[in-house]
């Protein structure tokens, strides 16, 4: 079936801290990966994507990594900011355009 | 920077209404979407479109539910006969290429059918 699931609603940190933030997908054909960002009021915004040719990919402060052995996709946050604060959703394409949706992870930075 | 625009920002509606739900996409993009996110809940396919037809629909999407590009720049949703259980976040999204482009969302039209 298709399911991509978090593993922690809320994870709460201080300011300056490294985030790190789980999904697990179910489906072993996915070839495309992305993290969005959602604060309160609005859409879902790109943080970074990954292929399944990769296993590691870094943008600005934030890192992916994607382990396929055991289907489980991370997001770290190097230096967590309060503006960092908002729901994290991992997603995965299904097919050629779907993408599938985990159920979010709501990151607290305190400062 | 571009960006997906929708309107309106909040829809409220009696239930058995028909609401029309719209988007302005990236001007450039050749693929559109349609989301749905229930209060709480993950947000959801519902269609993609391309070339002027549904490339791609969920279960969600049944005959209830249409999608247009009118004209050159919106693409729209039309619920028929809404449902108390349409009440949700809807986000539409643009995207440029092929599969595993980055999808684009719009700030999303909040629907409340009373």
């Given at each position: 079936g298709e399911s991509v699931g978090l593993h922690l609603p809320t994870l709460s940190v201080q300011e300056g801290d490294n985030s790190i933030i789980n999904c697990a997908y179910s489906n072993s054909a996915s070839d495309y990966f992305i993290w969005y960002k959602q604060e309160s009021g609005k859409g879902p915004q790109f943080i970074i994507d990954i292929r399944s040719n990769m296993d590691k990919r870094q943008g600005q402060r934030v890192t992916v990594l994607l382990n396929k052995t055991v289907k489980h996709l991370s997001l770290q946050i190097a230096a967590t900011q309060p503006g960092d604060s908002a729901v994290y959703f991992c997603a995965e394409k299904v097919g050629f355009q779907k993408l599938v949706f985990g159920t979010g992870t709501r990151l607290l930075v305190s400062p | 920077e571009p960006e997906v625009t929708q309107t309106p920002s909040h829809q409220v509606t009696q239930m058995g209404q028909e609401v029309i739900l719209r988007c302005v996409p990236i001007s450039n993009h050749l693929y559109f979407y349609w989301y749905r996110q229930i209060l709480g809940q993950k947000v959801e396919f519902l269609v993609s479109f391309y070339n002027n037809e549904i490339s791609e629909k969920s279960e969600i999407f049944d005959d209830q539910f249409s999608v247009e590009r009118p004209d050159g720049s919106n693409f729209t949703l039309k619920i028929r006969s809404t449902k108390l259980e349409d009440s949700a976040m809807y986000f539409c999204a643009s995207s440029?290429?092929?599969?595993g482009d980055e999808q684009f969302f719009g700030p999303g039209t909040r629907l409340t059918v009373l």
């Open positions: - | 440029g290429g092929w599969g």
